[in-house]
C-alpha cells in the first residue's frame, strides 16, 4: 500500500485552536501528520496563550491566523485558502467557557459565534462542521445520560450551546456533527475542574 501525499490529505480549519480542548486537537493532527492543511484561529496570540513547549510547533505563527471569528469581515481571511481551495474540516472549539456569565456574553460569544461559522461552512461546502458542545444540556442525573436522552441545560452556557445546535441543525446544506464533551480535563487543566481536582486531593 503507498502512503498517502500530503495534497490526498484534508484541509483542517479550527477556530478556538488555542484554548484548551482546540490545542490539544492541533497538537494530534500536527504530530501524526493528519492535514495537508492545518490553521488555527483565535482572538489571542501564540505568545500570550500560555502554551507549553510541545505545543510550539503545531500552534505556531505559521499555522495560525488572529481573528474574531464572530465578525462577519473576519470569514474571507478565516476560510479563504489558496487557488480556490476549501477546508475539508472546520471544527468549531470556540465560545465562552467562563461560568456565570450573563445571557449576552453568551449569546454573543458562542451562540452568534456557532451561527456566523456553520453559515459560511454551508456556504463553502464544507465536509464536515463539528461543533463542540457540552453534556451539560442534559438534565443532571447519576445515571451516565445517553445521546437520545432528553435535554435540559442546567447552565446558561450550555442553554445557548444547545441553541445553536439547534439552529444549526437548521442550515440548508450544512455537514453538521455535534460533540457533546463532558468534563474535558488533562495536562495543565486549570479553571473550575482543575481547582476541584486540587482540593480533592
Known sequence: MSESTSEDKPAVLIIGGLGYVGRFLALHIHSHSLASTLRLVDKQLPELAWLAPEFKDACSRANFVQADASQERSLPRIFDLPDGRQFDYVFNCGGETRYSQDDEVYKLRSYNLSMALG???????????????????????????????????????????????????????????????????????????????????
Open 119 to 201: 453559515k459560511e461552512a454551508a456556504k463553502r461546502k464544507t465536509k464536515s462542521f463539528v461543533e463542540v458542545s457540552t453534556g451539560m444540556v442534559y438534565a443532571p442525573n447519576s445515571v451516565p445520560r445517553k445521546e437520545t436522552d432528553k435535554t435540559k441545560p442546567w447552565l446558561k452556557q450550555a442553554k445557548w450551546k444547545l441553541q445553536a445546535e439547534e439552529d444549526l441543525a437548521r442550515i440548508p446544506g450544512l455537514n453538521l456533527v455535534v460533540l457533546r464533551l463532558a468534563h474535558v480535563y488533562g495536562p495543565y487543566a486549570g479553571r473550575w475542574l482543575g481547582t476541584q481536582l486540587a482540593l480533592a486531593r
